[in-house]
Nanobody, 114 residues
Framework: QVQVVESGGGLVQPGGSLRLSCAAS????????MGWYRQAPGKERELVAT???????NYADSVKGRFTISRDSGKNRVFLQMNSLKPEDTAVYYC????????WGQGTQVTVSS
């Protein structure tokens, strides 16, 4: 089993920044990667960014150049630095750990509004 806990969400004005953190614990072996997804009201969950065990990253087109995913492998933590936030970035952000199955956290709310 793997436990995943997100933190760092909140309310921010358009153009502002937030840094999300994800801490994973438990059976952290044979991990292919970790990632961030988000789900806005009335919409399906969508990929934001992923980082593979080897370090390669992947971003949704909508966040390229604004968001950066990074990790602290030794502590099984992943971060999402979000800059130049827009109202359309408002969503619940979920972290996951990708093994033979995918483990999800409970999510953290990000609201971008003036």
């Amino acid at each position: 089993q793997v436990q995943v806990v997100e933190s760092g969400g909140g309310l921010v004005q358009p153009g502002g920044s937030l840094r999300l953190s994800c801490a994973a614990s438990g059976s952290m072996f044979r991990v292919y990667g970790m990632g961030w997804y988000r789900q806005a009201p009335g919409k399906e969950r969508e990929l934001v960014a992923t980082i593979a065990t080897g370090g390669s990253t992947n971003y949704a087109d909508s966040v390229k150049g604004r968001f950066t995913i990074s990790r602290d492998s030794g502590k099984n933590r992943v971060f999402l630095q979000m800059n130049s936030l827009k109202p359309e970035d408002t969503a619940v952000y979920y972290c996951n750990v990708q093994r033979e199955i995918v483990y999800w956290g409970q999510g953290t709310q990000v609201t971008v509004s003036s």
